[in-house]
C-alpha cells in the first residue's frame, strides 16, 4: 500500500530533502540514468535527481518519432537554461518497427511500453552502466492501472512485475505518493519555470494515443500537423486538454474537384478538474469552424472535421 501524501498536507522542503537522500542513498556512488519527456513528473524528477546526484544522473530524451511539432528540441533547451544536460537518443526506427501492424490500443500501449524499456533503455542502461532508472511515477498511474483502466506505461511493480528481472535494472519512483497538483508544488520549488505547468497534459503514449489503427510514420505526421493547429486556436479556451485524432475510417470527400476517399480528424477539447470525469467544452461555432478550416488547409488527406459532444464516462479523453 502507497501512502499518499495530499498537497494540502505536503511540506514541499521537507519532501524534497528526504526524496534527495533518499535517491543517494539508493545510487551510492553508482550511476543512475532518467528520460525526460518535458512533461511535469519526467520534469520534476529530473531536477530532483540532478540536486541529488548531479553529473551521475544521465538524463536522455528518447526521440519515440510520436512527440509533438518540435518538441525534443524545446524540452533539450529548457532543461539547458536550468543547468541540466539533456542526450536526444533517436529511437524512431525501433518504435515505428514494434508498431507495425498494431491496431489494437492495449497492444500498441504494450509495443510502445516494450520498446522503452526493454529495448531502448535496455540498450542505454547497459552502456552507461547505470542500475537504476529514476521514473516520475505518481499515485494516479498506479490507481488507474491497477483498477484495470488503463495501462499506464510506467507501472510495474503493482502488477507483480520485478523490472530488475524483467529489465536488468531497479526503479526508483520519488513521486508515487503524490498526484499531479502536489508534483507541480515539489517542480516549482525546485525552479521550474511556471511555463511548464501551464502545458496541457499530454500521455506517455504520445501521439500514437491519437492515431486510431496502426500508427504508421505517415498517420502519426496527420496527427502531428493536426496537434500544432488544435494546440494554437485553443490554447486561449482555459480548456483542461485538446487534441487531435486521426481516425482509421475513410470518408468521400472533394480534393481539387474530385472525389477523394480522405481521412478524418476528429477534435476534443475538455473541461476536467482531475481528468477523472470530464465534459467536452462549449467552443463557439465560429471556433470550431476556424479548427476546420485550417485543419483542412494545413494538413494534407483531410477531408472530414467532428468535433466529439460525448462526456467522460463513458468516453475516455483519449481516443486509444
Ligand atoms: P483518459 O484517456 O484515460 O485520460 O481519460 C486521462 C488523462 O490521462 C492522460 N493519459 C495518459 N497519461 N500515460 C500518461 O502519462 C498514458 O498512457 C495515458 N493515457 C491517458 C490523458 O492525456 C488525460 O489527460
Redesign the pocket.
Request: glycine share 6%; hydrophobic share 30%.
Given at each position: 500500500m502507497i501512502q499518499e501524501i495530499t498537497a494540502q498536507e505536503l511540506n514541499t522542503e521537507q519532501f524534497i530533502s528526504e526524496k534527495i537522500e533518499k535517491i543517494k542513498e539508493a545510487v551510492g556512488d553508482g550511476v543512475a540514468i532518467n528520460a525526460l519527456s518535458g512533461g511535469v513528473d519526467s520534469s520534476t524528477v529530473t531536477m530532483l535527481g540532478h540536486r541529488a546526484i548531479g553529473e551521475r544522473l544521465k538524463t536522455v530524451f528518447i526521440e519515440n518519432g510520436l512527440m509533438r511539432e518540435g518538441e525534443p528540441e524545446q524540452v533539450v533547451g529548457l532543461f539547458k537554461d536550468l543547468g541540466v544536460t539533456v542526450e536526444i537518443i533517436d529511437a524512431r526506427k525501433e518504435f515505428f518497427e514494434a508498431l507495425k501492424g498494431v491496431t489494437d490500443p492495449e497492444e500498441k500501449?504494450e509495443a510502445i511500453t516494450q520498446t522503452f524499456y526493454r529495448n531502448v533503455f535496455g540498450r542505454i542502461v547497459k552502456e552507461s552502466g547505470a542500475k537504476h532508472l529514476l521514473q516520475g511515477t505518481i499515485l494516479t498511474d498506479v490507481d488507474e492501472t491497477v483498477a484495470g483502466?488503463?495501462r499506464?506505461?510506467n507501472v510495474f511493480e503493482q502488477l507483480g512485475i520485478d523490472p530488475k528481472e524483467t529489465f536488468g535494472y531497479s526503479i526508483i519512483e520519488p513521486l508515487i505518493q503524490l498526484r499531479k497538483d502536489g508534483v507541480r508544488k515539489v517542480g516549482q520549488a525546485l525552479g521550474l519555470p511556471t511555463e511548464m505547468f501551464e502545458r496541457i497534459?499530454?500521455?506517455?503514449?504520445a501521439l500514437a494515443?491519437r492515431v486510431i489503427g496502426e500508427a504508421t510514420p505517415e498517420r502519426v505526421e496527420t496527427v502531428r500537423k493536426a496537434t500544432v493547429v488544435v494546440e494554437r486556436l485553443l490554447k486561449d479556451t482555459g480548456a483542461f486538454?485538446y487534441m487531435a485524432i486521426l481516425h482509421e475510417d475513410r470518408v468521400t470527400g472533394m480534393s481539387d474537384g474530385k472525389r477523394d476517399f480522405g481521412q478524418q480528424i476528429e477534435v476534443r477539447c475538455w473541461d476536467s478538474v482531475d481528468?477523472r470525469t470530464a465534459t467536452p467544452t462549449q467552443l463557439s461555432f465560429d471556433m470550431l469552424e476556424k479548427v476546420a478550416h485550417e485543419i483542412i488547409h494545413e494538413v494534407p488527406g483531410i477531408v472530414s472535421v467532428t468535433y466529439n459532444i460525448a462526456p467522460?464516462p463513458p468516453s475516455?479523453?483519449?481516443a486509444v
Open positions: 500501449r483502466i488503463k499506464q506505461h497534459p499530454f500521455p506517455g503514449p494515443a486538454q481528468a467522460k475516455t479523453m483519449e
